[in-house]
């Protein structure tokens, strides 16, 4: 019985989920698109605009040397032994500020328009999501699913034959 | 040399305020971005199941080999910015030619994947194995299908620049994927090798 409702919570949830992101979605380009003006004239994707040919844009090489800079960091904090867990958690927080380094300036998300970067933090809340909510069952559940063990019930008491 | 530049392409003035290729684009990632989180997810879980294990597996896979293919991914995708950057001030020779470097950084990650995933095999540890190398081999494998099918369109675009026409949309649009292949090695890397 409690399959069963756990299986439609899940599903429940799944599709709230993506419905509540769809709608998501539709709200942000309403809220922060532009209104549709038939009479404006056709709009270039790139308009340099006096500012705009002022901007040199980011220095790519700087950028460059900071990433490299952090995957030496990367490496080194490797050695430093604080658990699972926690040697987890700082891989993953070291490789979500490199990847921002390369989405802000290599992929211009900080020279985008706010729609641009809002429909990147739906996904990243999933991403988010899927490591970190999933990490406090498992971190205290420890189980070998190639001796047929299952997770939450008592780890070599309760086998799948 | 410089030849005339293909017309940007225009798009009406929409609610949505962007272009809509790019708009695209974007929502291509985010879909390619659940697609990896799915399988780094799980692998996660895998690892959390078992970390002592997976420790030690991971111990097999050799860390500097990855760190130099991290090291030419991140190089590639500076090359694929400055081309982008380079086909903006329409100079489509020197676009051309970090179109041509990005390609060739991206072709030494494969050899370099290739060596790898050889120095595997050889000694028998194939997907089969245990459940540690079969997340490795496909999250590896499913990223480096990804660089494969964006080396094609970069040697496409390399082509158009040559012969000056590629548009700057165009080559933004390929950086961003490009990018997006770059920013998911930088997560594996650390997840696969290093933990």
Same mark, same amino acid.
């Given at each position: 019985?409690?399959?069963?409702?756990?299986?439609?919570?899940?599903?429940?949830?799944?599709?709230?989920?993506?419905?509540?992101?769809?709608?998501?979605i539709?709200?942000?380009?309403?809220g922060?698109?532009?209104?549709?003006?038939?009479?404006?004239p056709?709009?270039?994707?790139?308009?340099p605009?006096?500012?705009?040919?002022?901007?040199?844009?980011?220095?790519?090489?700087?950028i460059?040397?900071?990433?490299?800079?952090?995957t030496v960091?990367?490496?080194?904090?490797?050695?430093?032994?604080?658990g699972?867990?926690?040697?987890?958690v700082?891989?993953v927080?070291? %490789?979500? @500020?490199?990847?921002? #380094?390369?989405a /802000?300036?290599?992929? $211009?998300?900080?020279? =985008? +328009?706010?729609?641009?970067?809002?429909?990147?933090?739906?996904?990243a809340?999933f991403?988010? %999501?899927? @490591?970190?909510?999933? #990490?406090?069952? /498992?971190?205290?559940? $420890?189980?070998?699913? =190639? +001796?047929?063990?299952?997770?939450?019930?008592?780890?070599?008491?309760?086998?799948?034959? | 040399?410089?030849?005339?530049?293909?017309?940007?392409?225009?798009?009406?003035?929409?609610?949505?305020?962007?272009?809509?290729?790019?708009?695209?684009v974007?929502?291509?990632?985010a879909?390619?971005?659940?697609?990896?989180?799915g399988?780094?997810?799980?692998?996660?879980?895998?690892?959390?199941?078992?970390?002592?294990?997976f420790?030690?597996?991971?111990?097999?896979?050799?860390?500097?080999?990855?760190?130099?293919?991290?090291?030419?991914?991140?190089?590639?995708?500076?090359t694929?910015?400055?081309?982008?950057?380079k086909?903006?001030?329409?100079?489509?020779p020197?676009?051309?030619?970090?179109?041509?470097f990005?390609?060739l950084?991206g072709g030494?990650?494969?050899?370099?994947?290739?060596?790898?995933?050889?120095?595997?095999?050889?000694?028998?540890?194939?997907?089969?194995?245990?459940?540690?190398?079969?997340a490795?081999?496909t999250l590896t494998?499913?990223?480096?299908l990804?660089?494969?099918?964006?080396?094609i369109?970069?040697?496409?675009?390399?082509?158009?620049?040559?012969?000056?026409?590629?548009?700057?949309?165009?080559a933004?649009?390929?950086?961003?994927?490009?990018h997006?292949?770059?920013?998911v090695?930088?997560?594996?890397?650390?997840?696969?090798?290093l933990?």
């Amino acid at each position: 019985m409690e399959l069963l409702t756990t299986m439609v919570v899940v599903i429940g949830l799944s599709f709230g989920a993506v419905i509540g992101a769809a709608v998501g979605i539709c709200l942000l380009c309403i809220g922060f698109g532009t209104p549709y003006d038939p009479k404006a004239p056709v709009k270039k994707w790139f308009e340099p605009s006096p500012e705009d040919a002022a901007q040199t844009g980011p220095n790519y090489v700087l950028i460059f040397g900071t990433l490299l800079l952090m995957t030496v960091i990367t490496v080194a904090l490797s050695r430093v032994n604080l658990g699972a867990t926690g040697n987890t958690v700082l891989a993953v927080l070291v %490789a979500a @500020f490199k990847a921002s #380094l390369v989405a /802000l300036f290599f992929m $211009h998300l900080k020279y =985008e +328009k706010r729609l641009m970067f809002a429909l990147i933090l739906i996904p990243a809340f999933f991403f988010a %999501a899927l @490591f970190f909510g999933l #990490l406090p069952d /498992l971190v205290t559940n $420890h189980y070998n699913p =190639e +001796k047929n063990e299952r997770p939450g019930f008592g780890v070599g008491l309760d086998t799948v034959k | 040399m410089s030849s005339a530049v293909a017309p940007e392409s225009e798009y009406p003035a929409t609610r949505l305020g962007v272009s809509p290729m790019k708009f695209g684009v974007w929502l291509f990632l985010a879909s390619e971005m659940m697609f990896f989180t799915g399988m780094l997810g799980s692998y996660i879980v895998l690892r959390f199941a078992q970390p002592q294990v997976f420790h030690e597996e991971a111990m097999k896979l050799n860390w500097a080999l990855a760190a130099l293919n991290t090291v030419i991914l991140i190089s590639s995708s500076l090359t694929m910015a400055f081309a982008v950057k380079k086909t903006a001030e329409n100079k489509q020779p020197e676009a051309a030619k970090f179109l041509l470097f990005t390609f060739l950084l991206g072709g030494l990650f494969l050899v370099f994947k290739s060596v790898e995933y050889g120095m595997k095999i050889e000694h028998g540890i194939l997907p089969k194995t245990n459940l540690f190398f079969a997340a490795y081999y496909t999250l590896t494998g499913c990223h480096a299908l990804h660089i494969i099918g964006g080396l094609i369109p970069i040697l496409n675009e390399w082509r158009w620049a040559r012969q000056g026409k590629l548009t700057a949309e165009g080559a933004e649009l390929m950086g961003l994927y490009w990018h997006f292949v770059d920013l998911v090695w930088i997560f594996l890397f650390p997840l696969l090798y290093l933990l």
